[in-house]
């Protein structure tokens, strides 16, 4: 049950990174969205929805390398590095 939560997790971020890839390539091509009323706005609408997605799936992974030690020391979390 907990994979399938965790599942669920990074798939809703996977599906807001992929509406937002999906929005700016029709920006590209001219095909303008119903509910949005500008081409530019598609666009920065696009980008928000790819960056957020995209920023949590790869926080995720970076959190769960960290937690198993497979990052490289540039990555590691540097505890007390502040004082």
Wanted: charged share 20%.
């Amino acid at each position: 049950m907990a994979r399938f939560a965790a599942f669920i997790v990074l798939l809703i971020p996977g599906l807001m990174a992929a509406g937002g890839i999906k929005l700016m390539r029709d920006t590209l091509f001219a095909k303008l969205v119903d509910p949005i009323p500008f081409l530019w706005l598609q666009f920065i609408i696009g980008i928000v929805l790819f960056v957020i997605g995209f920023g949590f799936f790869a926080g995720f992974l970076l959190h769960r390398d960290r937690k198993k030690g497979k990052v490289s020391a540039k990555f590691a979390n540097q505890k007390n590095a502040d004082r």
